[in-house]
């Protein structure tokens, strides 16, 4: 049995008197995409806060592979090869896509003042191949993003912006992806149509581990190879689609309790 | 493109686009030209037409097809340009090389524009407010007064030294504010500035309100202050500080220009955008806020040295809050994060009050209405920051901006 | 040292305190009800000191009032004009830029301020120079021993340190207060809940300014004299006194405003350096508390949507 890539134990986050995540235990296997659902206010975006290192949690272990990620500063767990999206959309829209882009690369790259300034040429091999990689990316999405990848993002419609979005999280090449709500101001064709990118890439990087909230079942039921449950901080189910459905736990959750 | 209708049939459209260097060329002499006679204006009917002229070209610029067309091809042409547009400044010196007065004014114009793109760094670049600039000039000024007086140090290395100097103490006063929002970081600069202009004026160690003389400017025994002529020709004093003044503008320029398109450009950007996303994609935000900050500061320093040098003396005055709001009012003026902008605000901020003495008293009130009104109505200002394009650099080499 | 001058110098820590609180409260309430910083709040203070000076000037050239009438005239000019001008900025700046970046509103406050001074400077006959500021109160000083200090003085401190109480209990215990308060915490959910966000929000600033322009009549009343550049300085030791007591609270301005006028104070009569250095050790002890406390005392409450 392999160790998971993602372990998270006992996980609690306090604010003040408000208990948002409540002894969470959630492991995610290396290739797996793990569906993360829950009524609203239940913590599903406070677990990818205080997992990508944005809230200190009070209490519990984070761990991916065998490093402890518990508490650690946001910088230090996205450079171990964390990345996510977020809920609203935050590109810089007067930038153009390739610079929105590359900032999921940056540090990884070379940021030394001494290369950008007095080592021109080969700042530009850098640029060259960061460029294609890009390009490459943005071209599996859609066509289109690639073709005017030095256009202000800004120009772009909402679907488009978030699929700019997820190459700006893929770019860095991370082993745990994060999804809070990519669906979120979509249609359901577009939303279709963004999943079957998902999908699609899902083959190429068959090692990554996704974690996808969402408040879409059709996506959960499309996407995931397992389904968690939160509600009140807590985790009230784990285990396939259809079992969840089935779930009397998690009808009450959603529907309040039938009389 | 060739379907727009050309109001002067000499310059259709066509024409333009088998020649884009010569009509680049022509823009660019056309407004140095302009800004020459601007300068060496003395008459106030003389300046107000020049200032009709300039608002004139500046509104078919941005109105009319035409005009966008030509600033289109500039920016297009961007290297090209700058580099024409540094021939044509020492043009103009070389026409004015008797004139201290305009000569001294160009110099003023260029260094303050140094300054100014400096602030662009970190505001425009880093959106770090840093209402302390003028404090940071003086403070230049102040370093090449003791350094020339009590040290041996040659004085190209006192312009690095100075600029190293107040880079240093910018970061100094940025430290404890690092982790804030960003209006502690403004406060901390206010008082920085107010802080300094006090000291300076109350304690005398470094000349109190009467401020310090400063030697002038002379490397490997030329004296700048003592040149009087070049071959056969006079030439006021103020010609060898005009030239090192547009140098340094031209070094400084291409140094930020350079920082801003690269991945520390870009960096810088995601920082001021969005702090939340650039500490979760790995970008210490402590670390280019300083970057930015020292950077920008040591620039200010170096042209605040220079400035002391030319003018032979410093003075607490100039240090003060409303001179540092001077300064962000031409690049909010220019346009935030536009170096050329920067430069015609600069013009207009600086050079035309002098000018025309009927606005002279109320040359402040002005100011801070025009501010107030590009600030509501055209935020990007006179001219818009060009959205970096990195893909100019992928291609042949010369393809360089 | 004699006791006398002890209580002395007390007195003006005192006094400068509730003027600093005055001020600093304006600035807690703007940041707390729009989440900005208003740096054009210095300068209302120096134009309540002119409305002031400007009514009892004009009430006493017109007719010849007795002092209290004068002082009244004095007191309700600078009082309006004061309100007014923050309310004006507050719509015609504040409200319209409080989308853009933080930066824009600081600088547009800042030029507002500006044109604030100026307008005085220039639209007052001799602007540029000190004016004189006639003595309204009664007259006369108490005794105790080596101490003696002016019945005008004692009156100013107590009209003052009732202003900033009543303020606070406006804050707290009205209507106007709790709307204040919960457009404080969350504007979205305060319109929601039916209050007119831009009435609350204006009238915050009108509450602000009055505070701070009848700051700028208390200043007059007590130096006896005005000058236009006055409120640069009050503006920034009443941002910094807000900043450090804590930006959002009603508590945390009046304490930072009677910290910095302690330090001021305190190190005057401790050290043996002049009093010009008076604006240095201001400057520098607001560089070293925001040091020390980049959150403020009370610290910043702030919450943003990830």
Known sequence: MNAPLLACGGLTMRFDGLVALDGLDIEVDKGETVGLVGPNGSGKT??????????KPSAGSVRLDARDLFAKPPQVIGRAGVARTFQRSRLMLDQSVFDNIVVGALCR????????????????????????????????????????LFQPAGSFAMIDRRRIEICRALIGA????LLDEPSAGMTHDETRQLMDDLLAFRQEMPDLAVILVEHE???????????VVLNFGRKIFEGSFDALIANSDVQTAYLGVSQ | MSSIPSPIPVLSPLRMQRHPRVVVVLTVVLLFAGGGLMMHAESQIQVLGLLAAFLVTFAIADRTPLGQEIAAMCGDYGGFANGVAFVCALGLIAVFHGEHYTLLVLATVALFSTACIALNLQLAFAGMANFAGAAFFVLGSYTAAVLTAYSWIPHPLILIVSGLVTGAIGVIL?????????????????????????????????????????????VFGLDFNRMSSIGSWDVSFYLP???LSISIFAVAFTLIRCIERSWIGIALDTVRCDETAASVFGLSIARWKVVAFLIGNAVIGVAGALYGMMNGFVTPNGSGLGDSLLMLSIIVLGGLGNFWGAVVAAMVILVIPEKLQAIQEFRLLIFALLVLAILLFRPSGILPRPTRDLSRFIGPPGADA | MDPGIIVQYLFNGLMLGVIYAMIAVGFSLFFGVLDVIKFSHGDVVTVGAFSSLGAAGLAGGLVTLPPVLALASGIAAAVTIGALVGVIIGRVLVLPLRHAPGVNV?????????VLRE???????????PKPFPALLPGGTIKAGSFSVGIDSVMILVAGLLLVLGTHLLITRTRFGLAIRAVAQDGEVARLSGIDFQAVVLGAFALGSALAAFAGCMLGLYYHEINFNMGVLLGVIGFASAVVGGLGSMLGPIIGGFLFAGVQTLVVVALPISSAYKDVIAFAAIIILIAVFPTGLIAERRSERV
């Open chain 1, 46 to 55: 406070t677990f990818f806060n205080v997992v990508t290192g944005l809230y």
């Open chain 1, 109 to 148: 790259l070379d940021l030394g003042l001494f290369t950008n300034l007095f080592r021109r040429r080969r700042w530009r091999d850098e640029l060259s191949g960061m460029v294609d990689h890009a390009r490459a990316l943005a071209h599996r999405f859609n066509p289109a993003i690639a073709d005017r």
């Open chain 1, 174 to 177: 991370p082993r745990l992806l």
């Open chain 1, 217 to 227: 079942m059709d996506v959960i039921r499309r996407v995931s190879d397992r389904c």
């Open chain 2, 174 to 218: 940025l430290l404890p504010v690092l982790r804030t929002r960003g209006h502690y970081a403004a406060l901390v600069t206010i008082a920085f500035g107010l802080l300094l202009r006090s000291l300076l004026e109350v304690n005398d160690t470094l000349g109190g309100p009467q401020g310090m003389k400063i030697k002038g400017f002379s």
């Open chain 2, 241 to 243: 500080y005009a030239v």
């Open chain 3, 106 to 114: 600081l600088l547009a406050t800042l030029m507002a301020g500006t």
């Open chain 3, 119 to 129: 307008a005085i400077r220039l639209g007052v006959p001799n602007g540029g120079n």
